[in-house]
């Protein structure tokens, strides 16, 4: 389906403009500063990478769409300035590729963003919904998804891919000012600001290089003596290095299963590795004399230093307060017209419990107007909604 064939409503511009030079795209960033909002995406390669390797970045400022090349620009001085303007919205959808896209390539995060995903979500028209439905959904158009797995690398763009591209920001204004709109009728645009902030604070992380919590979401960690958890987070560091520099997944390093193992192992020689199961000839030759390095440096870390236990998975009468929590969620979300999955997850659920589990029932009435012990999504708009009457539902 090309997209000559679409009935576009009169509001919405398929026409667009591709950007290849320096000058014409600074006098547009000139010329962005002015907008209320911009409509952002990107298109990206990532398929044998650490880093998402950009090929195009779309703009929409409420008119028209402009498809910039930014494998002939190298001037991005101005639009990491838009893009960190806070009087200008970067309505994106589904954006969180898109910010490891502008974290890998400039080393910025748009900030504010409006996601129209997230926002579909707090509107009840959909959790997880992608950007046709959502077209569909709110302005009853079909766009094409032929592109969607197409080389955004390779040059010239196809007329196609460039015309699939501007669609991707050419109905983002108008989506934009109908949830904008409908959150602000339904007293739920704070919800989003908020969601989409957490979104940005959990991504500013990643910028700040420190990987040492990484080693927190190994499956199986929970089983691990601190000594041994002390071995996996500097082995988890080590790989989220490794994969940084030679651009390649980490997977494609090390396994998060042989991690674990060479943790528990805490091996002293190239002999002792070789007992790890899958640890090709390769991985022993060239990276076997820094794993052990790492583990000899994480035994010398003294006692007091080492990494606190994991909470171990919920068990006994936990499982059915997690039962009776998740069912108080899904009642409460339908009573509040929410997806469930937009209101809590399961892993919220546990984390909150595994939190309360030395915490006496003085203690939690004494807490519940406070969020030390909630997880940090639990902890805004959701508080008010859920707490004390979730805390009730899993006595």
Known sequence: MTTELLSLPKNINDSYALVTDNQTF???????KSASFLAIDTEFIRTSTFYPHVGLIQINDGADNTLVDPLTINDWELFCDLLQDKDIVKIMHSCSEDLQVFMASMQV??????????????????????????????????????????????????????HYAALDVACLPTI?????????????????????????????EELKGDYSDYYLSFKGAWQLKSEELAVLQL???????????????????????QLLEIAKLRPSSLEDLKHIDDLGRHFLHHEGDEVLGVVKQALEISADLLPI?????????????????????EQK???????????IRKRWLISLLQNMRNLSKEDLEQNTDTVEFLPVELAGWRKPLLIPELMEAME
């Not at 009573?335 to 999955?341: I, V």
Request: net charge neutral; proline share 6%.
């Open 309 to 329: 236990s994991l909470p171990k998975p919920l068990e006994g009468n936990e499982k059915q307060q997690l039962k009776n929590g998740q069912q108080f969620a």
């Open 235 to 257: 082995l988890a560091q080590w790989r989220e290095l490794r994969a940084r520099k030679r651009d390649k997944p980490r997977n494609w390093i090390v396994k998060d299963k």
């Open 176 to 204: 934009y000012q109908h949830q904008k709109s409908a959150l602000k009728e339904s007293g739920r645009l704070g919800w989003l600001e908020e969601e989409c902030a957490l979104l940005i604070t959990q991504y500013s």
């Open 109 to 162: 995060l748009p900030e504010p963003v409006f996601d129209t995903q997230i926002a579909a979500g707090l509107l009840n028209e959909g959790f997880g919904c992608s950007y046709q439905t959502l077209v569909k959904n709110i302005l009853d158009i079909d766009l094409p998804k032929g592109e969607t797995r197409s080389d955004w690398l390779q040059r010239p763009l196809s007329e196609n891919q460039c």
């Open 333 to 343: 979300a339908l009573e509040l017209g929410l997806p469930t999955e937009m209101l």
């Open 26 to 32: 600074q006098q547009l960033c000139q010329q962005w």
